[in-house]
């Protein structure tokens, strides 16, 4: 899937402006592939902070808990107060990009 999507946004911009500037092939390709490889230089770090940010850790509730189902969502009751839960094993967790786990 990955090569269909770089195949539909890196190929076609290099046919057009090879086709736009036929004396200038060398720059025109040059400025497509800069451009396409800056984009990860610009948008991974923005991506880092964007999950460092916005990103929440999951929280271990115990191991009895009283679940309910509302909407097709799973909650679990802590305290007067629902919580949305998701189940997760230790494989599971250990995937995560994130550190800090207890």
């Known amino acids: 899937m990955a090569g269909v999507g770089y195949g539909c946004a ?4 290099i046919q057009a402006l090879l086709e736009w ?15 396409f490889g800056s984009g990860a230089l610009f948008f991974a770090p923005l991506m880092n902070h964007f999950t460092k940010t916005y ?27 629902l919580q949305e839960v998701v189940f997760a094993t230790s494989k599971d967790l250990a995937r995560l990009p994130f550190t800090g786990f207890t």
Do not use: C
Request: charged residues 15%.
């Open 10 to 13: 890196y190929t076609p911009p």
């Open 21 to 35: 500037f036929p004396d200038k092939r060398g720059l025109a390709s040059g400025i497509v592939i800069s451009g």
């Open 55 to 81: 990103s929440t850790l999951p929280t271990f509730l115990g191991n009895q808990l009283e679940t309910v189902t509302e909407g097709g969502k799973l909650f679990a009751k802590v305290g007067d107060s």
